[in-house]
């Protein structure tokens, strides 16, 4: 099966606080990319990064961070001294090498209270 | 400059009206897409294209029918328009050539709120 499960659907903190959203995928194939994309209240979908399954290495932008585990099949997303401005859906997808087509996680969904 | 704009931004419509969604990319990118994002901001390939040629169909229904003019420009024209219909549509590009190797990639537009009443 292809696949990415995002199993948090909603998650809040108040503002500052660091937060964790998760993604799990299922892949037979050895080469495959993963993304996050932001999705803010105005409704447009803004790329946020991309990993390719051969670059375990864990990323760092600012007050964002991705941890991508090939054991556990997880590429998670933290924010660190989360601002309003991130409240926004996050979703999590998958390409396959070869192929054009993105799967999308089912988003999780970050209310930070100021 | 917007790099994938869509056009028009909110479309309501009636059951059983005919419409059309514009996209037109400016990254000079060879590959467009349409998804769909249902009301729980579910999001689903429809449609894929490369250098105007057909290369996903994602069991759209019949009354979807995208067109490519140039690689610039996807289109989505949607006949006799279902309450079903109503989601948010997004067009989105990505260069083939990197694609295909992974490093790249898709830019989406700013979708399109179709509502059918």
């Known amino acids: 099966a292809q696949k990415v499960t995002q199993a948090q659907t909603e998650i809040s903190v108040v503002e500052k606080e660091d937060v964790t959203l998760d993604c799990v995928y299922e892949t037979r194939d050895t080469t495959y990319y993963l993304f996050w994309y932001k999705q803010p209240p105005s409704g447009e979908l803004v790329f946020l990064i991309r990993?390719?399954?051969?670059?375990?290495q864990n990323e760092i932008s600012g007050r964002y961070s991705w941890n991508f585990q090939k054991s556990t099949s997880s590429f998670n997303f933290t924010i660190t001294a989360s601002q309003v401005v991130d409240s926004a859906v996050y979703f999590c997808?998958?390409?396959?090498?070869?192929?054009?087509?993105?799967?999308f996680g089912t988003g999780t969904r970050l209310k930070v209270l100021a | 400059d917007t790099a994938v704009s869509q056009t028009p931004k909110y479309l309501v419509t009636q059951m059983g009206n005919d419409k059309s969604i514009k996209c037109e990319q400016n990254?000079?990118?060879?590959?467009m897409y349409w998804y769909k994002q249902d009301s729980k901001k579910f999001l689903k390939i429809m449609f894929s294209y490369n250098n105007k040629e057909l290369i996903i169909n994602e069991t759209v229904p019949n009354r979807f029918s995208p067109k490519s003019p140039d690689k610039a420009h996807l289109n989505l024209h949607i006949n006799s328009l279902e309450l079903g219909d109503s989601a948010v549509y997004f067009c989105?590009?990505?260069?083939?050539?990197?694609?295909?190797?992974?490093?790249?990639?898709?830019?989406f537009g700013q979708g399109t709120r179709l509502t059918v009443v």
């Open positions: 990254l000079g990118h060879d590959t």
């Open positions: 990993r390719n399954s051969f670059d375990e």
């Open positions: 989105a590009s990505s260069q083939s050539r990197t694609a295909l190797t992974g490093n790249t990639e898709a830019f």
């Open positions: 997808a998958l390409r396959f090498a070869g192929t054009y087509k993105y799967i």
